[in-house]
Every structure is written in structure tokens, then in C-alpha cells.
């Protein structure tokens, strides 16, 4: 069975400085990984995914097979990037979705 | 285009009643799938319709049910409903995706908050 751990309920940074939301999962296939993010009053979105190796908003995320880690990251944490991440892992069977998600981590940027 | 719609955005009912919620996806997207969040257990996988047929399905009991129509709007059913069940549904939308290909990006919806008295 497929699991995604993310280990700070809450993480505080000022403002400038780096951040590093920390995911792990465990899966017995090839994952494919995600961060969601979900702003007040807003709705859940998808921040980046780890095929794609982008930089979305300044953030990116590394697939580590080894360490079974896919951690958020970002060198100078803005206020608006206050909101709750979530870490998925889509796992596929018929080709149909299935995400599971971590319990997600709250982001807090302190001016 | 339109986002995915839910209705209602809010429902009370009492314990041992049913509940219908209902799910729009946005237009051409064929795929649509159901979480449950609770602050205990976080984001939890239901179940994923496609072409009005379950394609997958979470660990959830039978209680638990769902559809979907030719239009692939898609409906969720509890029944007997338990407190525990309060909590937000959420509704994501997503073209087809076939055994192999890339990922599809899940669009999800506003949520409906579900509280059973």
C-alpha cells in the first residue's frame, strides 16, 4: 500500500528565508509525485509535479528514489506563499487515478 | 472555462440519513474523482468515475457510493449516516487518461461541508 508522510504540521519562516517542506512516501511501483497547495479561501491546486521538473513561484521539488523523498523547496519564502502544501503520490491501476495525500503542512511567512 | 462545480457548498443532516452531493466537472473532462477531508485523516481517496463507471475505489464502506451520468457530471451517495462521516467532500475533474500515458492534471472543486448531528 501506498503512503505519503509529511512530517511538520506547521512550519514559521521569515520572510527571505529558505524553505523546505519535507515529503516522503513509500510505494512499491514507480511513483509519480505531486505538491498541492491550497491558499485561503481557495481551492486545492497543483503547484508542480516531479515529470515535469519545473519551477513553479520559485519553488521546485526533487524525486529521490533512495531516500523515497520528494521535498518542496524554495530559496527566499515570500508572504504569499502562506497556505497549506500537500504531497501526493498517484498511484494507477486500469489507468485510472488514485492520489494519496500527506496530511499536508501548513506554511506560515512571517513578515 | 469554468471551474468545477459543487453543490450544495453546505449541508447539515442528522444521524442515520442519506445524502446526495453532486459534482460538475469542467467541460470535456471525462474523469472525476471524490476525497474526503477531515482534519484527523486528512485528504482520503473515494472512489474515481469514468465513462459512468467506477474505476477505482478508496477504503471506504458501502455506505459510500457513487455515479456517474452520459454528461459525466457525477453524484455521491451516504447513507446511513454516521458523525463521524462529517467532513469536506471534494470533487476533482480531469480528461481521460489511459493505461501509460502522462498525467492528466486532477482540477478540484470548492468542496461540500457535510456535518451529520
Known amino acids: 500500500a501506498q503512503r505519503v508522510t509529511q512530517p511538520e504540521k506547521l512550519l514559521s519562516v521569515f520572510k527571505g528565508a529558505p524553505v523546505e517542506l519535507k515529503c516522503n512516501y513509500s510505494y512499491s511501483g514507480s511513483p509519480e509525485l505531486f505538491w498541492y497547495v491550497q491558499y485561503s479561501r481557495q481551492r486545492l491546486q497543483l503547484l508542480l509535479r516531479h515529470i515535469s521538473r519545473e519551477s513553479i513561484k520559485g519553488f521546485t521539488a526533487d524525486l529521490n528514489k533512495g531516500e523515497t523523498s520528494f521535498h518542496l523547496k524554495k530559496p527566499f519564502a515570500q508572504e504569499e506563499d502562506s497556505a497549506m502544501y500537500y504531497c501526493?503520490?498517484?498511484?494507477?491501476?486500469?489507468?485510472?487515478?488514485?492520489?494519496?495525500f500527506g496530511k499536508g503542512t501548513k506554511l506560515s511567512v512571517i513578515p | 472555462k469554468a471551474g468545477v462545480t459543487q453543490t450544495p457548498r453546505y449541508l447539515i443532516k442528522t444521524r442515520g440519513q442519506q445524502v446526495t452531493l453532486s459534482c460538475s466537472p469542467i467541460s470535456g473532462h471525462r474523469s472525476v474523482s471524490w476525497y474526503q477531508q477531515t482534519p484527523g485523516q486528512g485528504l482520503q481517496f473515494l472512489f474515481e468515475y469514468f465513462s459512468e463507471t467506477q474505476r477505482n475505489k478508496g477504503n471506504f464502506p458501502g455506505r459510500f457510493s457513487g455515479r456517474q451520468f452520459s454528461n459525466s457530471r457525477s453524484e455521491m451517495n451516504v447513507s446511513t449516516l454516521e458523525l463521524g462521516d462529517s467532513a469536506l467532500y471534494l470533487c476533482a475533474s480531469s480528461l481521460a487518461r489511459t493505461s501509460g500515458n502522462s498525467y492528466n492534471e486532477q482540477f478540484f472543486g470548492p468542496g461540500t461541508r457535510l456535518t451529520v448531528l
Open positions: 501526493a503520490l498517484s498511484s494507477s491501476g486500469a489507468g485510472s487515478y488514485q492520489l494519496t
